[in-house]
């Protein structure tokens, strides 16, 4: 019976760290031989991180990638690998490295460049033309990168057809709600339309405003599920693949069998190439079925917050963050994120109530920072404000407050914010959600001011399930009930409520879904039944509000459409939606 073990590094790498993600490799190579693996394959750009954006418009940075794959290959005895990397030729690639026993076999080049969203690859690569077919312990293994597979007639059937049995995808796939079951739809098809066993290796960790899922699964030639990596967490899946039975199920497939004969005609040259012709002779024990649970929604949104936190602050050489914590469910549950992502002991939680803080606000934030551990500083914000108002009196002569007055106060907690920054290198975070960006109801330079917007892509309905899941995960009560259970309301003027300025969000949210992530316009919004007035007042702020937009902080991508990359508008702009 012919079987084919395989491992699958679901690992974390940085963006140009070239000795970390290769001491990754390395440490992963080890591991997998000493399981008896005969084929180990690694992410999408595993060797310089993935996306590295203009940085591969650095000769010195595509030289270093190359001299980390030589370092690789010296370390494959007795096994093959698959790594991604960026290759140098006439022109650069997006590439998997085929190496077995010390030597480079040979190098597959990406074929379908994704450019749309948050993807950019025809700005730095050229696209490949073959797509083999390499023998690998006498097992036929198609190689292909990521987007290739998403397409019907790509890469994976015409390699599937020309002899492969076994299509491993190298992916760096960023994660959105909804996306892990979309993917595992789309692979399962794959294999059972190619009647080939399907390994899926994807990236795991968080990057800039991408976070990576992990997830990475193995489907049999029927597209059925057979094992499943870990999500939001680094992993090695070793499983062994029954190849006999893709055989057998091709002889009794006719469709497939009179494709295949007829081979029709593709775009892309095939070709087999030689890696390993005899399988390996060592005895092997029976693994385990290696299939992890996956924790479905809301719960994968809030372990892509907590890693997404988790890396930036990391990653980028911070230790402890800053943020204002008014009472509110937003500021809320961006500390408690924070606090799970890093630690308690590396959260401070920032009070600066004014003469118009409620008392249960203030509470609630003294109340929110002792259940989590958190460092709790108090600092009032009125003479601060007083001293703006008198200052500004002459001037503001005969006019009555405005806007003007509520925007001092939370430009106010911001400098306070960032002078904390500042002088302790702590990195500020900002709380505003989705719905709040989405139509300005924010300030810049004020609640704006900061360093990482973690909830930047998160409604505001989507923030209280948030919060209801992470209590529920608890014994006690973490975010208190009754920041849950208020009114929203920013509190910078008397009786302030958000909806005095809003419609309320559960009719806001959806009609941003239509307006902002589906390009609906605002007459088949109100054609598929939402209020007019609420449809019109939300088009209008969000068109108001691009120029706000483009000066936020990074934050992290939870939704299929993010402002930022997702999403690129003028701000010059004389075309209304409304």
Known sequence: MRKLRIGMSQINVTVGDFAGNTQKILKAITEARALGVDLVTFPELAICGYPPEDLLFKPQFIEQNLRCLEEIAKQTSKLTAVVGFVDAKEDIYNAAAI?????LIDVYHKIYLPNYGVFDENRYFQAGRECPVYIIGGVGVGVNICEDIWYEAGPATAQAYAGAEVIVNISSSPYHAGKRDFRERMLGTRAAD?????????????????????????LNEKGELIARGKQFEEDLIVVDLDVESVFRTRLHDPRWRKEALLLREQPWRTAKIMVSELPSAA?????PIRRSEVRGLPGEVYDALVLGTHDYILKNGFEKVVIGISGGIDSS????????????ANVIGVSMPSRYSSAGSISDAELLARSLGIKHINIPIDKVFQAYLETLADHFRDTKPNVTEENIQARIRGNILMALSNKFGWLAFTTGNKSEMATGYTTLYGDMAGGFAVIKDVPKTLVYQLARYRNSLSDREIIPSSVIDKVPSAELRPEQKDIDSLPPYDLLDPV???YVEEDRSVEQIIGAGFEEKVVKKAARLVDASEYKRRQSPPGIKITPRAFGRDRRLPITNRFKGC
Do not use: R
Not at 194 to 215: K, M, P, R, T
């Open 194 to 218: 190619n009647v080939a066993i399907v390994a899926y290796n994807n990236l795991v960790g968080g990057q800039d405003e991408l976070v990576f899922d992990g997830n990475s699964m193995v």
């Open 99 to 103: 190496i077995n026993d010390g030597k």
């Open 283 to 287: 005895p092997k024990p029976a693994l």
């Open 333 to 344: 549950l961006v500390a408690t994120i924070a606090a799970d992502a890093l630690g308690a």
């Open 512 to 514: 941003l879904t239509a």
